[in-house]
């Protein structure tokens, strides 16, 4: 398992080869499973004479000020020493806390948290629910390291309780060729079901039997696609076709369509408004990653007319028994 500091490797794709079951969790998992429920915060008119003896009494370096369960501020410890250092009257937290606060959304997913661990060093972020903008958690570091511990606990005796024959399935059809179609509808702006697409088939392929590696290759390179759905367009549908030599998967949208693919493949460049970057997405990496996670990927864009994104993982016969699931 990752230690903390090697957390921000779980987000950087060198090859297909080296994605982990760490990497393929990160995408799949929610800020909202693994934060901190119970959350010590201050009311904005707490005077800062009384800051010390709360972050002492908690053993915390900073805390979130909220009103009617709304972010107003963070104060911390190095606020109330500069308080102290220049030696003025008592006041109100609200008169010395930091009113711009990096946050992160309940229903973000977990690559989006240790990415902003990474590009900004800190040890926390409050977490505000993204329906109510309320401040419903926080999350660390080492929140995220337990979080994926026990998922992976989890998930092993899940498959325990539900393992079956699947991986023997196309040896029980009689037919010149099988094809196995998984169809899943993607919806514009829905951040709450983001993700439960490639979530879904990951599951399917799990019981399946086929190779975690290959899983994990398909679960990551889904979830961008989907993503890409829900941020950019109107909505579309991605469907995965399963045979005994390969995985193929495509995701299809109606929307403004791609001007320029050749920069679009480029890693980093993206065309994402402002807005789009505020909540975290349009990090231009996501042709990139599943292009990465692919032996093969197509892609087809008219602008004003959608998008049709094909990517293909060969099987070359690995099913495997369910029993070698999470090695």
Same mark, same amino acid.
């Given at each position: *398992? =990752?230690?903390?500091?090697?957390? =921000?490797?779980?987000?950087?794709?060198?090859?297909?080869?080296?994605?982990?079951?760490? !990497?393929?969790?990160?995408?799949? *998992?929610?800020?909202? !499973?693994?934060?901190? @429920?119970?959350?010590?915060?201050?009311?904005?008119?707490?005077?800062?004479?009384?800051?010390?003896?709360?972050?002492?009494?908690?053993?915390?370096?900073?805390?979130?000020?909220?009103?009617?369960?709304?972010?107003?501020?963070?104060? +911390?410890?190095?606020?109330?020493?500069?308080?102290?250092?220049?030696? !003025?009257?008592?006041?109100?937290?609200?008169?010395? *806390?930091?009113?711009?606060?990096?946050?992160? %959304?309940?229903?973000?997913?977990?690559?989006?948290?240790?990415?902003?661990?990474?590009?900004?060093?800190?040890?926390? %972020?409050?977490?505000?629910?993204?329906?109510?903008?309320?401040?419903?958690?926080?999350?660390?570091?080492?929140? $995220?390291?337990?979080?994926?511990? =026990?998922? *992976?606990?989890?998930?092993? &005796?899940?498959?325990? $309780? @539900?393992?079956?024959?699947?991986?023997?399935?196309?040896?029980?059809?009689?037919?010149?060729?099988?094809?196995?179609?998984?169809?899943? #509808?993607?919806?514009?702006?829905?951040?709450?079901?983001?993700?439960?697409?490639? +979530?879904?088939?990951?599951?399917?392929?799990?019981?399946?039997?086929? +190779?975690?590696?290959?899983?994990?290759?398909?679960?990551?390179?889904?979830?961008?696609?989907?993503?890409?759905?829900?941020?950019?367009?109107?909505?579309?549908?991605?469907?995965?076709?399963?045979?005994?030599?390969?995985?193929?998967?495509?995701?299809?949208?109606?929307?403004?369509?791609?001007?320029?693919? !050749? =920069?679009?493949?480029?890693?980093?460049?993206?065309?994402?408004?402002?807005?789009?970057?505020?909540?975290?997405?349009?990090?231009?990496?996501?042709?990139?990653?599943?292009? #990465?996670?692919?032996?093969?990927? &197509?892609?087809?864009?008219?602008?004003?007319?959608?998008? #049709?994104?094909?990517?293909?993982? @060969?099987?070359?016969?690995? %099913?495997?028994?369910?029993?070698? @699931? &999470?090695?």
């Amino acid at each position: *398992m =990752k230690s903390a500091d090697e957390l =921000k490797t779980a987000t950087s794709l060198t090859s297909a080869k080296d994605i982990t079951r760490v !990497q393929e969790l990160v995408y799949e *998992m929610k800020v909202e !499973q693994v934060m901190a @429920h119970d959350v010590i915060t201050v009311d904005p008119s707490l005077p800062m004479s009384e800051l010390r003896a709360l972050l002492r009494d908690k053993r915390i370096s900073g805390v979130p000020v909220v009103k009617e369960d709304i972010l107003e501020g963070v104060v +911390s410890i190095e606020d109330f020493i500069r308080y102290l250092a220049e030696g !003025q009257p008592n006041c109100s937290v609200s008169e010395r *806390m930091q009113r711009k606060v990096n946050t992160l %959304f309940d229903n973000d997913s977990l690559v989006r948290a240790v990415e902003e661990f990474d590009r900004l060093g800190y040890g926390r %972020f409050p977490v505000i629910s993204r329906n109510s903008g309320k401040l419903v958690g926080i999350i660390t570091k080492g929140d $995220i390291i337990r979080g994926l511990l =026990k998922k *992976m606990e989890i998930d092993y &005796h899940a498959e325990e $309780i @539900h393992r079956y024959r699947a991986s023997h399935i196309f040896e029980d059809i009689i037919a010149d060729k099988t094809t196995l179609i998984f169809q899943y #509808k993607v919806f514009s702006r829905d951040f709450n079901r983001a993700g439960e697409t490639s +979530s879904g088939l990951k599951k399917t392929l799990r019981r399946m039997g086929i +190779s975690p590696q290959i899983i994990r290759r398909v679960a990551i390179a889904t979830y961008e696609a989907e993503m890409n759905i829900v941020v950019f367009t109107e909505g579309g549908e991605i469907t995965a076709r399963v045979t005994p030599e390969e995985i193929r998967v495509e995701a299809v949208d109606d929307g403004p369509g791609i001007a320029d693919i !050749q =920069k679009a493949m480029q890693p980093g460049y993206s065309t994402a408004q402002d807005w789009v970057r505020a909540l975290g997405f349009g990090a231009g990496m996501g042709l990139t990653n599943i292009q #990465k996670c692919s032996d093969e990927m &197509h892609l087809v864009s008219r602008l004003g007319e959608g998008t #049709k994104l094909e990517f293909i993982i @060969h099987l070359n016969n690995v %099913f495997i028994n369910a029993a070698a @699931h &999470h090695n």
